[in-house]
Structures are given as structure tokens and as C-alpha cells.
């Protein structure tokens, strides 16, 4: 936190253009991200369930 406080007082329009890459990265990144941390929730749920029988070909 001192160091945002350092570089926004000795630097401005560094901080600025760090601080406008890092919010552009995180609207790009951070869908990407929730999709993944899904992808493995759902995985590890799918560990835990019960496997269903398969339906069979020879109808009753």
C-alpha cells in the first residue's frame, strides 16, 4: 500500500498508466478466471456424484 502512495506521488502518469493496464487486465482476465474456477469446481462435483447407469439400447 505505501509503495501505490510513493509511486502516486513521485509519479503520477506512471501510476496512472500502471493503474489503467491493471484495470484493462482485470476486465479481460477475470471472466477467464471464473470460467476456469468453475470448471474445476464442477469437476470436483463430478467426483463426488453418483455415476448414473447407462440408459439401454434394448427398450422394454
Do not use: E, Q
Amino acid at each position: 500500500m505505501i509503495t501505490g502512495v510513493w509511486a502516486c506521488i513521485n509519479h503520477p502518469i506512471g501510476f496512472l498508466v500502471a493503474l489503467a493496464i491493471f484495470i484493462v487486465l482485470m476486465i479481460v482476465l477475470l471472466p477467464k478466471i471464473w470460467v476456469g474456477i468453475k470448471k474445476v469446481f464442477g469437476f470436483i462435483i463430478n467426483l463426488f456424484r453418483p455415476a448414473t447407469p447407462p440408459a439401454s439400447s434394448n427398450p422394454p
